[in-house]
Structures are given as C-alpha cells and as structure tokens.
C-alpha cells in the first residue's frame, strides 16, 4: 500500500520516538529512504508505526564497529514517516520513509516494553526543516563544478537538466544521501544547520575525495 505525498507538522511528531539505528544511512527533509526490514524487533517497530503515527527515527549508531545489541547512538537523527509499505514474504516488509525533521535525543527510555529502541526527542531546534530555503542559498556553479569533475573521475554521468530543475532543498539533500560519503560525514551533513551550511560542507567533501582519489590514482 502506499502513501505518496505525506504531509506533516510538529503535532505528528511523537514526544516518545521509536528509533532505528542505521550505520551509513541517511534520511533528511524532502527526501526518501527505502528499507528492507526483517529483524524481529525492527518488524514489531513497522508494525506499532503503522498502528500509530507511522513515523520512525533514522539514527546512526556513534561507533561503526560497535557491534552489541545496543550501541551508543548520535545525539541528532531524522524522523521519517513510512509513505509506502509492503510485505514482501512472511515477516520482511519493504518500507519507504519520507524525510520531515531533524530531532535531538533528550534521553533514552529505560525500563520499556518493547524490544526496539525509543528516546525522548526535541524536534524545536530543527523546525526550519518544514520550511523551504531559499533557492538563492546554495553555490550551484561551484556545485555543478566539482560535482562534474567528481562523476568524471567516478565515471558516472549526470542528468543535469533534472538536477538544474532541483531546489535547493532537494538537491543538495538528495546529493548528501545518495553521494559514497563515510557515516561521520554523513553524520556532519546532517547536523549542517541549513540547506546553505550543508551545500558548502557537500562541496568541500566532493573536492576532497576527488582530491583523495587523484592521489592515491597517482600512488598506484
């Protein structure tokens, strides 16, 4: 069943948000992230979001090696809510969430009844998310420039004539997810306070892992 277009504001946003950590993974405002899900307690996570509000917390876990049971989590993550759903065979469902707002962990919840993970979130900081930037904020000549000479290297090609009809927004979110960055920099580009802040670091990144790549090209 699907979903597509979901709306929300603040009063959709649960004060006790159930969390899936994600090392790697990426969700921000104006964008999608599909999920296969089959873990146990992930499954009962789908299943009570889909009873309630729908909406679930993409967070990355502190430390990529740590792999207990339950690792340190991050302090800021996103909250997305499942706009399509489908089981794919017994107890694996294939679920797209629609990125809406940042939140900061207050506390995590101890002495809980279910087996996934749950915080106290505020999302106050971050409700500039529900609102569009300004499509003047973002360096798209330096973007389209290094972005260019990245997918060179890389030997991928552009749309260009789809990315040039992005806003802001869209752009450099669906660049920072989709983009091979490692999950601290990811991490950065999440904490970016604004879609302006984010393009700058997005650019800086690219440079610097084309710059890394001609070294280690050269080194071969």
Not at 74 to 81: Q, S
Not at 201 to 217: A, D, E, H, K, P
Request: charged share 25%; aromatic share 8%.
């Amino acid at each position: 069943m699907s979903d597509q277009g979901t709306t929300s504001g603040l009063d959709e946003l649960p004060a006790i948000l159930p969390v899936f950590p994600l090392n790697g993974a990426l969700l921000l405002n104006t964008c999608q992230l599909p999920l296969n899900v089959f873990e146990p307690r992930y499954v009962d996570m789908v299943h009570d979001a889909m009873e309630g509000k729908r909406v679930i917390g993409i967070i990355q876990p502190r430390d990529a090696e740590d792999t207990s049971h339950e690792p340190p989590l991050f302090d800021i993550g996103c909250v997305g809510k499942i706009c399509e759903f489908s089981e794919i065979q017994d107890n694996v469902y294939r679920i797209t969430l629609e990125g809406l707002c940042r939140f900061r962990i207050v506390q995590e919840v101890g002495n809980r009844i279910t087996k996934y993970r749950q915080v106290v979130a505020d999302y106050k900081p971050f409700l500039h998310d529900f609102h569009p930037s300004n499509n003047q904020s973002v360096n798209r000549d330096a973007l389209q420039k290094v972005l260019k000479y990245f997918l060179e290297f890389e030997d991928e090609q552009a749309d260009w004539d789809m990315l040039n009809s992005l806003d802001d927004d869209n752009l450099i979110n669906s660049l920072s997810i989709i983009c091979p960055f490692s999950p601290i920099e990811k991490q950065a580009l999440l904490e970016a306070d604004t879609v302006s802040q984010r393009g700058d670091l997005l650019i800086s990144l690219l440079t610097m892992m084309m710059q890394q790549g001609n070294v280690n090209q050269t080194l071969q």
